[in-house]
């Protein structure tokens, strides 16, 4: 199923990426990296730990995970054929 | 069963299907691999790639027919110091001047998408097989060496060689061990939209020139110089391209606010710069916005640029190797000088029968000797940037702007360019033809959208065009291939000092640069409706001339086909 986003337009997501950002809560400290870097508003802090909202704007960029300075953000890329595609980049 | 190939290409983007376009033609049993679901569907950039890369890079790019949004004479910088009083300086200075633009480039713009297809069709042609909508998750390793990949159903394909082209991420090569994670001090997120406008309206008000803006961090206008590109903005054939871009930390401070940040500094060059408010604005509309991030500081940094780029069994090639310009923030003339590289070293070790590292070294090492890439990303320009920022110091600001985006950027590149332009004059003189009828073809493609595997490539020709310029243009090309090819001896002879000698670029043109400045001035008033007049009819020569004249190869089969590359999932 592919989605848009009004904020974004111009791209479209594929689903079925897998759980390709997973966050290791028992190192996470809470700092608020990962969301600050997001442009895909992708992060919540919930009890002062960062957790995914969604990967349905995810561009795949990895800012949150070079931004990581205790290592909880664990990256790797979407199944293949899934997540974000666009003809204007 | 296990599938096996001499090469396994990682990512089909511009360095990746360049690499196995190299292999595949060279005989090897060939394997490209890209986790999108058709080649380019990923790949984000605001891209003019520069003059060099097709002039120094990959053959079948240079003599090819590939696709362009717009051809770009140079740039424009505005220099804002205070945007509600209007108080800017620009600088224009770094324009190919007319008559020679705009057939004789700065570069050319182009999405990227259709620019990996094209790619991808040549290696797909040349014989190389592509798997797309295919994630590579892991790389095999026997003892050590470099054996393979892994792909998300586990299924596992061997080669002789990886050659790793996924990106500056490099996700395999950091979980292999192959190099480090890089810090976010090397990372730039660029944030980029794309806005349609008619044609007519961009040839009027942006024609052939890029704009920069650079401004005082708490303008809000551009992100902080020289820990950003500022913000850049590309006329393609009918959108303008807009990117700003900022690294992900500066010095070890705090992670700055990205999104609020990047909104702020939209909005305000949208609604407050003349050019954009006045004349863009009213004629445009948001098409697509999304992002990247790029490796633009890597070569800054000692530690990582003495990163091996290369291990047992496994290449690194273009941005996963640390390679975008710091310079002049490009990443697809490195891509495609490692690209060549790399199946160079590939195609060397097979025939050796060792893909082991002590072979393949010789690719950081030919990395290392490429006058381009090591000047492109070595430039601390954009620290002298942020220096004459923080010190609010206009004379430096638009000293600093005018070297890294001027003229006076001949200061720092002459040098590597010549170094390369004697470099292959010493290999093969004739050269210079095919250079030049590149330009000429580029141009002709760009104005009649006549692309490889496009329907146009197969137009009718006006039989009753004027035949003047065509040939004046035989003979003075003609000619002059003749007489590159007799003097062959001596050219490739003086071709030596002249490498040697071109050491002496860069310093003659800081001297030089203040005398010629005023002189160019002065002289372009008077000169310029004769140089427009010119340029004017060099256009509707190439407009209207047979395309025959401009090619290299003759009896290029020219295939059509259209869409998107999209091989099943095997």
């Known amino acids: 199923m592919i989605k848009t986003h009004d904020d974004f337009p111009g791209v479209e997501w594929i689903d079925g990426t897998g759980d390709f950002i997973r966050v290791n809560s028992s190192k996470c400290t809470g700092c608020g990296n990962c969301m600050k870097v997001c442009l895909g508003d992708c992060w919540e802090i919930v009890d002062q730990k960062a957790q995914i909202k969604t990967l349905a704007t995810c561009m795949e960029c990895a800012s949150c995970w070079y931004v990581c300075d205790a290592g909880a953000v664990d990256f790797s890329w979407p199944k293949g054929g899934t997540g974000y595609r666009s003809d204007w980049g | ?570």
């Not at chain 2, 710069?273 to 991030?293: D, F, N, Q, S």
């Not at chain 2, 601390?380 to 609010?392: D, G, I, S, V």
Request: overall charge positive.
């Open chain 2, 1 to 570: 069963m296990e599938d096996f190939y001499d090469v396994v290409v990682i990512g089909a983007g511009f360095g990746g299907s360049a690499a196995a376009k190299k292999c595949a033609d060279a005989g090897l049993k060939t394997l490209m691999i890209e986790r999108s679901e058709n080649v380019g569907d990923k790949v984000i950039s605001g891209l003019t790639i520069p003059i060099y890369g097709f002039l120094f890079g990959p053959d079948f790019i240079r003599d090819g027919n590939p696709p362009f949004e717009r051809p770009t004479d140079g740039i424009i910088n505005y220099i804002i110091y205070d945007i509600d009083a209007g108080d800017m300086d620009i600088d224009d200075t770094l324009r190919v001047p007319r008559p020679f633009s705009p057939v004789v480039t700065f570069g050319y713009n182009t999405y990227c998408k259709p620019f990996c297809e094209w790619q991808a069709r040549k290696a797909v042609d040349a014989g190389s097989e592509l798997r797309t909508s295919t994630t590579v998750v892991d790389i095999i390793k026997d003892n050590g060496m470099v054996s393979g990949v892994v792909l998300e159903d586990g299924s596992r394909i061997r080669s002789k060689i990886v050659i790793d082209a996924e990106g500056s991420q490099g996700i395999l090569a950091v979980k292999a061990g192959i190099r480090k994670k890089y810090p976010p001090e090397a990372i730039s997120l660029a944030d980029t939209y794309d806005y349609v406008m008619d044609k007519k309206d961009l040839d009027r008000i942006l024609g052939y020139s890029l704009r920069f803006c650079w401004g005082w961090d708490e303008q809000k206008i551009a992100p902080p110089l020289g820990h950003g590109n500022g913000l850049m903005v590309w006329p393609y054939r009918n959108s303008v391209h807009f990117m700003q871009d900022h690294c992900l930390r500066l010095d070890g401070n705090k992670v700055p606010n990205l999104k609020k940040r990047f909104q702020e500094y939209h909005d305000n060059i949208t609604t407050k710069l003349p050019l954009w408010k006045e004349e863009i604005a009213p004629r445009c509309h948001v098409r697509a916005r999304m992002w990247e991030g790029f490796e633009i500081y890597v070569g800054l940094d000692p530690e990582l640029k003495k990163m091996s780029n290369h291990d047992d069994g496994i290449i690194l090639i273009g941005d996963a190797a640390g390679l975008e310009s710091t310079e002049l923030c490009d990443g697809v003339p490195a891509a495609w000088f490692s690209a060549d590289i790399a199946a160079d070293v590939a195609i060397e070790a097979i025939r050796a029968g060792n893909t082991r590292k002590d072979f393949l070294k010789k690719y950081d090492d030919r990395i290392k000797d490429h006058p381009i890439i090591q000047w492109s990303i070595s430039s601390r320009n954009r620290y002298n940037l942020r220096y004459a920022q923080e010190k609010h110091d206009k004379r430096l600001l638009k000293k600093y702007v005018h070297y890294a985006w001027g003229m006076g950027q001949l200061t720092h590149s002459l040098t590597p360019i010549l170094k390369m332009t004697f470099r292959f004059i010493k290999k093969d003189p004739a050269i210079v033809t095919k250079w030049i009828k590149m330009y000429f073809r580029y141009y002709q493609n760009w104005l009649h959208e006549s692309y490889d595997y496009t329907e146009s490539r197969n137009r009718i020709i006006d039989p009753g065009r004027p035949k003047t310029g065509e040939a004046v243009f035989k003979i003075l090309v003609g000619g002059q291939d003749l007489i590159l090819k007799i003097l062959a001896p001596i050219i490739k002879l003086l071709a030596i000092p002249a490498f040697y000698l071109s050491i002496i670029a860069n310093p003659a043109m800081k001297i030089l640069l203040p005398v010629m400045r005023p002189v160019y001035k002065i002289l372009r008033v008077p000169l310029s409706p004769l140089g427009n007049w010119l340029s004017d009819k060099v256009v509707r020569f190439v407009d209207r001339a047979d395309p025959s004249l401009f090619e290299v190869t003759p009896g290029q089969s020219i295939i059509s086909q259209k869409g998107s590359i999209n091989l099943k999932k095997d």
